[in-house]
């Protein structure tokens, strides 16, 4: 079993719709908990990163965690075509250590 | 530069041949992290720099792969006897100490053995 795990997908939603993204793991370790984004034949870009449990919201991104279900989310609302790429979630158990990615989720949104 | 930069961008190499792969990270990051992207699948982990010493070289996946950090700058991924399921992108990522929620990625080494 991987330790982070992530859908692959594909997603595709209608411009203006709701993206739901999601990722399960099993290191109760892990304390700090990012997305990216990661456009084609480009590098990862930190989109949020969150600290423990909770919410963070960033304009229209919304990142949550729940540790005691080991289940990290990621929603965009009114999702735009340049919202298509593919998303991958990351942890860590502390902020020198090394990420643990999820294989990602490639998201296209349709204007 | 602004940003992570790593060379070559692309690099298709015989089988058996050695390669290096360079990355140079963003000036004042003492950390630096080398990841291996393959098809359809996430980042794995490969090693992380502190400095110019490696803490955390669990993720090499064989001693055919190693890696060198000098001055606390440039890094240096070097491959030997090349084998095609090496075939990847190879990515870096630089953040200040204790910032890896800071972490900045370069565009990649896309590597090709054929």
């Known amino acids: 079993q991987k330790e982070v795990e992530q859908d692959p997908g594909p997603l595709s939603v209608p411009e203006g719709a709701i993206v739901s993204l999601n990722c399960t793991y099993s290191n109760s370790a892990f304390q700090y908990f990012m997305w990216y984004r990661q456009y084609s034949r480009k590098g990862p870009e930190l989109l949020m990163y969150?600290?423990?449990?909770g919410n963070k919201e960033d304009g229209r991104f919304t990142a949550q965690v729940d540790k005691s279900s080991k289940y990290i989310s990621l929603f965009i609302r009114d999702s735009q075509p340049s919202d298509s790429a593919t998303y991958l979630c990351a942890m860590s158990a502390g902020r020198d250590y090394k990420l643990s990615f999820g294989a990602g989720t490639t998201v296209t949104v349709r204007a | 530069g602004a940003g992570v930069s790593q060379s070559p961008s692309n690099k298709v190499t015989e089988k058996g041949k050695d390669v290096e792969l360079r990355c140079d990270p963003i000036s004042g990051h003492t950390a630096l992290y080398w990841y291996r992207q393959s098809l359809g699948q996430g980042l794995e982990f490969l090693i992380y720099f502190q400095g110019n010493s490696a803490p955390d070289k669990s993720g090499l996946p064989s001693d055919r792969f190693s890696a060198e950090r000098t001055g606390g700058s440039v890094s240096t991924l070097t491959i030997q006897r090349t084998q095609q399921e090496d075939s990847a992108v190879y990515l870096c990522a630089s953040s200040l100490f204790g910032e890896n929620t800071e972490a900045f990625f370069g565009q990649g080494t896309r590597l090709t053995v054929v």
């Open positions: 969150t600290y423990s449990s």
